[in-house]
């Protein structure tokens, strides 16, 4: 397995409307999907309907770096100025809009910067979620 970082900003829920937020946004989704809509599943073949919506933008740096920090800052710049779409949004569907970090590397613990998860939370999301992986470098 591989080391790797990452962030994203994604909005879920029964009513995400993706071209709307697109719009409201100006900018292009990386994932985006409404309830219900039909895809292919990837072990069969078979089709399938979305069990909710998704509207998902994730962090453009290259890999390196895998300092989740970076990628989280970059989400912040790129949604800076943003809270007043993101409360419409909220106001107009059902949704929860959320920041997730990932990151996995073989040893050392990591600490998200405080300031920066107030900042994060200050673009008017619902929560940040964080996922950090210990990989084994035998594998």
């Known amino acids: 397995m591989s080391y790797f970082a990452s962030a994203c900003?994604?909005?879920?829920?029964?009513?995400?409307?993706?071209?709307?937020?697109?719009?409201?946004?100006?900018?292009?989704?990386?994932?985006?999907?409404?309830?219900?809509?039909?895809?292919?599943?990837?072990?069969?073949?078979?089709?399938?309907?979305?069990?909710?919506?998704l509207w998902m933008y994730s962090s453009k740096l290259e890999i390196p770096p895998f300092d989740p920090d970076l990628h989280a800052k970059e989400i912040l710049r790129v949604f800076s100025g943003k809270a007043t779409v993101f409360e419409e949004i909220k106001?107009?569907?059902?949704?929860?809009?959320?920041?997730?970090?990932?990151w996995g590397i073989s040893h050392g613990t990591y600490y998200l910067?405080?300031?920066?998860?107030?900042?994060?939370?200050?673009?008017?999301?619902?929560?940040?979620g964080c996922c950090f992986v210990g990989i084994d470098e035998n594998e």
């Open 9 to 53: 900003l994604r909005i879920i829920g029964d009513g995400v409307n993706p071209e709307l937020y697109s719009d409201a946004l100006r900018i292009m989704p990386d994932k985006a999907w409404k309830k219900g809509d039909v895809y292919c599943l990837k072990h069969d073949g078979r089709m399938a309907r979305r069990n909710t919506g």
């Open 91 to 102: 106001k107009r569907d059902e949704v929860k809009i959320s920041v997730i970090i990932d």
């Open 113 to 128: 910067d405080r300031q920066l998860l107030k900042d994060i939370l200050a673009l008017g999301v619902d929560d940040i």
